[in-house]
């Protein structure tokens, strides 16, 4: 992460502290003017339910106003803002009854007068004890809510860094293979160009033949390497997204010859037979002929490697409307068993087999291949069995085949 990119997220942060500090009066106003409502609530149901109990006290029979009591307070209950108001209101009420059993002594009996308010007590207080409960429980559900949303904003915010915190070392992985790239590559190239030129002793004969010998080992030991910088860098530009295909058609049967012919020379010392199945009238495909050989020469190499002397190694290729365009690495070599198949497409997987474990290799081949197939909207399929082989297949859409001109 760059120091300017530093200084532009701390600048973000220091803007928005700033921001959250203007809002704070203004949340501090608003929640004053909250608790102004609340009291003003509070204060307007107390003169309702006042002014329900003395009117229905003294113009209506005791049964008939504890009704009209227990009405208004249902109803103030669900206005009132939290529970501790319901029992305000309630117990207000209470007074009110008793007043109005004090004022009711002279019209009616004793009992009746007892009874009559009895009931508007207890329907007060019943209708205050369903709605201190409904309160409470809306009250536990609007913690229980916030807390849900705390909870969920945290794992977001945690999201959101985790992701930017991947992508800023996805980002510095990037830049330093590019970098490492360049600079191992420079001295690569120096150390494959002068032990060729010794090899082959261009400027003369280098004496002895041991020499000549450790010309060569190191000539192949710096292409080896090379060849392991260039993958490792373009894995790293597919994990972060900057490879891109450059499409162009392409006559298969022709690409394949070219492959086949490179791997020739190390078919033919190993005892292994290469052979093409290439049909004449295969469509062309629309691809990026670089990464396609690329795809073709690590599928060959594992191909050639892995397979005894007297075997054989195949390229076939087909195409139908729903297959799109299939192409196929066949080998009769070791194989491998169907739990190491994950093994071998992840990256730096090695099969742990003793066959297998004679022949040096980077485990990279197999996973950037199937990169590769991926970035042509395409497939890698792998199928393997020991003692016996493996096909390869790599699976393009339909929109990459492109048919053939018709001859008149």
Same mark, same amino acid.
Do not use: C
């Given at each position: 992460?760059?120091?300017?990119?530093?200084?532009?997220?701390?600048?973000?942060?220091l803007?928005q502290?700033?921001r959250g500090?203007?809002?704070a009066p203004?949340?501090?106003r608003?929640?004053a003017?909250a608790e102004?409502l609340? *009291?003003l609530?509070?204060w307007?149901?107390?003169a309702v339910?006042?002014?329900?109990t003395v009117?229905?006290?003294?113009?209506?029979?005791a049964?008939v106003?504890g009704?009209v009591?227990?009405?208004?307070v249902?109803?103030?209950?669900?206005?009132?803002?939290g529970?501790?108001q319901?029992?305000?209101l309630?117990?207000w009420?209470?007074?009110?009854?008793?007043?109005?059993?004090a004022?009711?002594?002279?019209?009616?009996t004793?009992?009746v007068a007892v009874?009559d308010h009895?009931?508007? +007590? +207890?329907?007060?207080?019943?209708?205050?004890a369903?709605l201190?409960?409904?309160?409470r429980?809306?009250a536990?559900?609007r913690?229980a809510?916030t807390?849900?949303?705390?909870?969920?904003d945290?794992?977001a915010?945690? +999201?959101?860094a985790t992701?930017?915190?991947a992508?800023?070392a996805?980002?510095s992985?990037?830049?330093?293979?590019?970098?490492?790239?360049?600079?191992?590559?420079?001295?690569l190239?120096?150390i494959?160009?002068?032990?060729?030129?010794?090899? %082959?002793?261009?400027?003369?004969?280098?004496?002895?033949?041991r020499?000549?010998?450790y010309m060569?080992?190191i000539?192949d030991s710096?292409?080896?390497?090379?060849?392991l910088?260039? %993958?490792?860098?373009?894995?790293?530009?597919?994990e972060?997204?900057?490879?891109e295909?450059e499409?162009?058609?392409l006559?298969?049967a022709?690409?394949v010859?070219a492959s086949?012919?490179?791997?020739?020379?190390?078919?033919? *010392?190993g005892?292994?037979?290469?052979?093409?199945e290439?049909p004449?009238?295969?469509?062309? +495909?629309?691809?990026d002929p670089?990464?396609?050989?690329?795809?073709l020469?690590?599928?060959l190499?594992?191909?050639v490697?892995f397979?005894?002397?007297?075997?054989?190694?195949?390229?076939?290729?087909?195409?139908?409307?729903?297959?799109g365009?299939?192409?196929?690495?066949?080998?009769?070599?070791i194989?491998m068993?169907?739990k %190491?198949i994950?093994?071998?497409?992840?990256?730096?997987g090695?099969?742990k087999n003793p066959?297998r474990?004679r022949?040096?290799g980077?485990?990279l081949g197999?996973?950037?291949?199937q990169?590769?197939?991926?970035?042509?909207?395409g497939s890698l399929?792998?199928?393997?069995?020991?003692g016996?082989g493996t096909?390869v297949?790599?699976?393009f859409?339909?929109?990459r085949?492109?048919?053939?001109?018709k001859?008149?």
């Open positions: 992460m760059t120091e300017s990119t530093v200084q532009a997220a701390q600048g973000g942060a803007v502290a700033s500090e203007r809002r203004l949340s501090d608003g929640s003017r102004i609340v *009291a609530r509070f307007v149901g107390v339910v006042s002014a329900a009117l229905a006290d003294l113009s209506l029979a049964g106003a009704s009591l227990h009405l208004a249902v109803l103030l209950g669900w206005w009132a803002a529970p501790r319901v029992a305000g309630a117990l009420a209470s007074a009110l009854v008793g007043l109005g059993f004022l009711r002594l002279e019209e009616t004793l009992q009874v009895a009931i508007a +007590l +207890l329907a007060v207080w019943g209708a205050a369903a201190i409960a409904a309160k429980a809306q536990a559900a913690r809510r807390a849900l949303e705390a909870r969920l945290a794992q915010a945690e +999201l959101v992701r930017i915190q992508e800023i996805d980002r992985r990037s830049e330093i293979f590019a970098k490492m790239g360049h600079e191992l590559r420079t001295p190239n120096a494959i160009g002068f032990s060729e030129i010794i090899k %082959d002793e261009i400027f003369g004969p280098v004496g002895s033949a020499y000549r010998e060569h080992d000539h710096g292409h080896h390497l090379l060849n910088v260039n %993958d490792l860098l373009d894995i790293a530009r597919i972060v997204g900057k490879t295909v499409d162009q058609v006559a298969v022709e690409l010859a086949l012919a490179e791997f020739a020379e190390r078919a033919a *010392a005892g292994v037979a290469l052979h093409s290439i004449a009238e295969l469509p062309r +495909l629309r691809a670089r990464k396609l050989r690329q795809m020469g690590h599928l190499s594992n191909a490697k397979t005894e002397p007297g075997g054989r190694v195949s390229v076939s290729a087909r195409s139908g409307p729903e297959a365009f299939v192409l196929q690495v066949t080998d009769s070599g194989g068993a169907l %190491d994950p093994v071998a497409l992840a990256p730096f090695q099969v066959l474990q022949h040096e980077s485990g197999l996973p950037l291949t990169a590769l197939a991926e970035l042509h909207a399929d792998l199928q393997s069995e020991p016996v096909t297949t790599l699976r859409p339909a929109e085949v492109v048919a053939l001109p001859v008149a």
